[in-house]
Antibody, heavy 120, light 108 residues
């Protein structure tokens, strides 16, 4: 069974940093593109970042470019999101999502999310 | 950048009724790269439809997708109480993902 479990969320002050993790199991992690998607309270879904199976390609939404860094450790079956210079508008539930085998941009499994709150 | 606009914002229907949800794109793109997700209250999104009309594993056959060009539709043929959710369309297949704003389906 595919499982994605996010962790690392919490309360952080504006300008602060946080590192999210996503532990994957039930599939060959090293074969799949992985993604982060966020959802501000009461709002819709916003794509944040994607990383291909072997790190060869990395993509970011304009809203986080230069502040967030996606990475993965295929040996540990883990995905990460380093978030720096956090702003109030980064407050959201952050979901880790697997890209399907046919298209890394089609999100076929999602974790339950971790809440990041940026507030003073 | 392609923008996806979903309508209506909220749909309130009775069990057994037919629900029709619209997703309109600001530019033409291949229907091969249009997906629909369902997000029930308090849950993560779940993939429902991909390639505009193919059901994902576990999607009941009362859900169907159609469309091409700039206009796409998700139809729920007979609403069930458990279909209470927000539904999002998504364009995929490029170097970014785009989601529509969502349609909330309420059950009367």
């Amino acid at each position: 069974e595919v499982q994605l479990v996010e962790s690392g969320g919490g309360l952080v002050r504006p300008g602060g940093s946080l590192r999210l993790s996503c532990a994957a199991s039930g599939f060959t992690f090293s074969s799949y593109t992985m993604n982060w998607v966020r959802q501000a309270p009461g709002k819709g879904l916003e794509w944040v970042s994607s990383i291909t199976s072997d790190d060869s390609y990395i993509y970011y939404a304009d809203s986080v470019k230069g502040r967030f860094t996606i990475s993965r450790d295929n040996a540990r079956n883990s995905l990460y999101l380093q978030m720096n210079s956090l702003r109030a508008e980064d407050t959201a539930v952050y979901y880790c999502a697997r890209g399907s085998y046919s298209s890394g941009w089609l999100l076929d499994y999602w974790g339950q999310g971790t809440l990041v709150t940026v507030s003073s | 950048e392609i923008v996806l606009t979903q309508s209506p914002g909220t749909l309130s229907l009775s069990p057994g009724e037919r629900a029709t949800l619209s997703c309109r794109a600001s530019q033409i793109f291949s229907s091969s790269y249009l997906a629909w997700y369902q997000q029930k209250p308090g849950q993560a999104p779940r993939l429902l439809i991909y390639g505009a009309s193919s059901r994902a594993a576990g999607t009941p056959d009362r859900f169907s997708g159609s469309g091409s060009g700039t206009d796409f539709t998700l139809t729920i043929s007979r609403l069930e109480p458990e279909d209470l959710a927000v539904y999002y369309c998504q364009r995929y297949g490029s170097s970014s993902l785009t989601f529509g704003g969502g349609t909330k389906v309420e059950i009367k």
